[in-house]
């Protein structure tokens, strides 16, 4: 079974990933506008009647911007908590509330959607509620972590399933604190319900890679406070000092935020 991959968009400006396979696919969040949700999904050939339901992660506007038209003009269910629900409805940004589209998660509690097995967790983010998605598709395990303050013992457990890991990278420590953003969001940023920095990132990998992770793409760069390459190279190199090689024993990307990612294919 094809395997594909896609990142949307990957950013405070909008998160949209897809994961599918030839004949049908899912989103996990819908931050971008729905023209560029069309747009995107049909430059590769992928027709919207074949998105089977969208994940959100949390109720951010730059993760449910398009929900209310998927769900409610599109009819395609939207998976999410109550409490992130709750949030969908009251958010300013979605003109169209969700109601017959809405489908409710247990989190660790693993649901089938054709070939997809798909479980949510507890990240710590500071939405009305958030969750990471652990994805396991012909064997194949994705995890999803766009938006957490810190890796908690709940969160690394499913990282250490990963065979292929889309993990968030936010920020440069000395880029943030050197930059002109107030104190206040400063610490928000920084602290455990606020986002990863890529020594976070970089240090978690480096400490626990395992030889059943393939691919880590580095998620939700900051565009203020971090470069694709420094985020790049940060983990590139905490990697390297424990003898792990990217290109040979991982392979290491950075999605960009507002471009569309090349789509990738795994199996056959």
Not at 3 to 31: E, H, M, P, R
Not at 73 to 91: D, E, F, L, M, V
Not at 216 to 227: A, F, G, P, V, Y
Not at 231 to 245: F, S
Request: with cysteine.
């Amino acid at each position: 079974m094809k395997i594909k991959f896609l990142s949307l968009g990957s950013g405070s400006s909008g998160n949209c990933y897809y994961l599918g396979t030839d004949k049908y696919g899912i989103l996990i969040d819908a931050g971008i506008g729905i023209r560029s949700i069309k747009k995107i999904l049909k430059e590769h050939d992928i027709m919207l009647d074949s998105i089977k339901a969208v994940f959100i992660t949390h109720d951010h506007a730059d993760h449910i911007k398009a929900v209310g038209h998927l769900g409610e003009k599109i009819n395609i269910p939207i998976y999410a908590t109550a409490k992130i629900h709750q949030g969908i409805n009251k958010s300013y940004c979605v003109t169209e509330k969700l109601s017959t589209s809405v489908r409710y998660l247990e989190k660790e509690t693993p649901m089938q959607l054709h070939d997809f097995t798909i479980e949510s967790f507890e990240v710590p983010h500071d939405g009305s509620d958030n969750v990471g998605y652990c994805i396991e598709i012909d064997g194949r395990i994705f995890a999803f972590l766009t938006d957490l303050g810190e890796i908690t013992p709940l969160a690394a457990q499913y990282i250490c399933k990963a065979h292929y890991l889309i993990i968030e990278a936010n920020y440069d420590v000395e880029m943030l604190r050197m930059g002109s953003y107030p104190a206040h969001l400063k610490a928000r940023i920084m602290g455990a319900n606020g986002h990863m920095s890529n020594a976070d990132t970089a240090n978690f990998l480096a400490d626990n890679y395992n030889e059943n992770l393939r691919y880590i793409w580095l998620c939700h760069l900051s565009k203020d406070n971090n470069h694709p390459e420094l985020a790049y190279k940060t983990v590139e190199w905490a990697l390297k000092t424990k003898g792990i090689y990217t290109g040979k024993e991982v392979q290491l990307f950075t999605l960009k935020r507002s471009i569309p990612s090349e789509m990738f294919i795994f199996g056959e």
